[in-house]
């Protein structure tokens, strides 16, 4: 069968890494979370003082700082998930915390860090056979990817999805506080200069809003499978 590329993009908490992540194990493809990638950066400008709540982001100590930084996946482990690396240490937990997702927008506005990521991500897809998901992947990273999806999903359900997810980790939170967030970084991700998120022409809309896992994965296999041919 044709190996090709498939981009999925989509608003923050989307459920888009699920499935893309389901859909990738399904037909033996490698997963890529784009959006890991700029968090592991946002963390490392938090640690190294490069970031904060009260003073933003430097950016230019951390556009210098990107050579140092290595950014890497381990193969998907019993729980099937990839965990992310940060200069070899393990960062998969870290990342997801809200320390990182309240820093990452304003990291991921940065051309520089834009650029150095989008070629890392560029590597990845050389051989294709590959799903990625993330904000600028079926426009920026891979404009002739030959399957494309959109997601959207309502800000009230992403937030509550995101509550549930953060507290069966044990973080405490409010539905309030993460809708928030999650308003914010939508209006910073669709209305940043450098790659904003938007729907490609050639992307198709999967709005799923009220469908559940396994209707999503059919939708995916169906349009997948045609796409193959
Ligand atoms: O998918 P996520 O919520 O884990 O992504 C975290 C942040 O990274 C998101 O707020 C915007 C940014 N991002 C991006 O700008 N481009 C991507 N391809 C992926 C993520």
Redesign the pocket.
């Known amino acids: 069968m044709k190996r090709i590329i498939i981009a999925i993009?989509g608003y923050?908490?989307s459920g888009?890494?699920t499935m893309a992540r389901d859909l990738a194990r399904r037909i033996g493809y490698v997963y890529v979370?784009?959006?890991?990638?700029?968090?592991a950066v946002?963390l490392y400008a938090l640690e190294n003082g490069m970031a904060s709540q009260a003073q933003g982001v430097d950016s230019e100590a951390l556009t210098a700082a990107l050579p140092s930084i290595t950014i890497s996946f381990t193969p998907a482990g019993a729980d099937g998930r990839q965990h992310t690396l940060l200069n070899g240490r393990d960062v998969e937990n870290e990342?997801?915390d809200m320390k990182v997702?309240s820093m990452?927008?304003p990291?991921?506005?940065i051309p520089a860090v834009?650029h150095h990521?989008t070629r890392l991500?560029q590597g990845y897809g050389k051989e294709k056979g590959i799903v990625?998901?993330?904000?600028?992947?079926g426009t920026?990273?891979f404009p002739d990817a030959e399957m494309k999806v959109f997601v959207n999903a309502s800000a009230e359900e992403r937030a509550r999805r995101r509550v549930k997810e953060l507290t069966e980790k044990g973080e405490e939170v409010s539905y309030d506080e993460v809708l928030e967030n999650i308003r914010e970084?939508d209006h910073?991700?669709t209305t940043?200069k450098e790659?904003p998120?938007r729907k490609a022409d050639d992307a198709v809309v999967l709005d799923n809003d009220k469908m559940t896992i396994p209707e999503q994965m059919e939708w995916l296999m169906n349009l997948y499978n045609s796409r193959c041919l």
């Open positions: 993009d923050s908490s888009k890494s979370d784009s959006g890991a990638m700029y968090r946002t990342i997801r997702s990452v927008s990291v991921a506005v834009r990521l991500q990625m998901d993330g904000r600028d992947i920026t990273v970084r910073i991700d940043r790659s998120l």
